[in-house]
């Protein structure tokens, strides 16, 4: 399975445009806000195909704004994700998610970003395409 996590990284290429005297920048993005969105695609092996969306991502980003590079780490509610718009997939993903053992809403999806690096200046809300790598972690039950 496939999941693309992209929420806080498209924030993260528009923050390294701004103010690029200070170095290690820490910003935040509150997932109550809504303004923000985590999109992922799951294929199964017999032709399955999902997609689960949510606008509760919240995010901690540093950012080195003259190097153009920063790091991510990003969390989204599962009882917030959305699965083709559809209540009964949506349940049977929470479900399938924790394996039946915990309450979808008490549990999180988790990735951290350890290094993005743009390869040339951007400006605010042009949207830069890149690539990284992250690590998607286990479910965590929530706090």
Known sequence: MAGQPKAGLMLLAALVAMNRAAAATQFAVDPEVGNN???AVFDSQIGERITAVSS???CTLTVDEAKRE????CSVP???VRVDNDDT???HFGQWATNK???PKQCTFQV???VVTLPSPVEPKTPVAFTTRGALHDLRTAP
């Not at 920063?70 to 780490?73: D, T």
């Open 37 to 39: 969105a985590f999109t």
């Open 70 to 73: 920063g790091r991510a780490s």
């Open 78 to 80: 599962l009882g917030s």
């Open 101 to 103: 053992k915990t309450d």
């Open 112 to 114: 951290e970003v350890p």
């Open 89 to 91: 997939k949506t349940e």
């Open 56 to 58: 509760a991502v919240g």
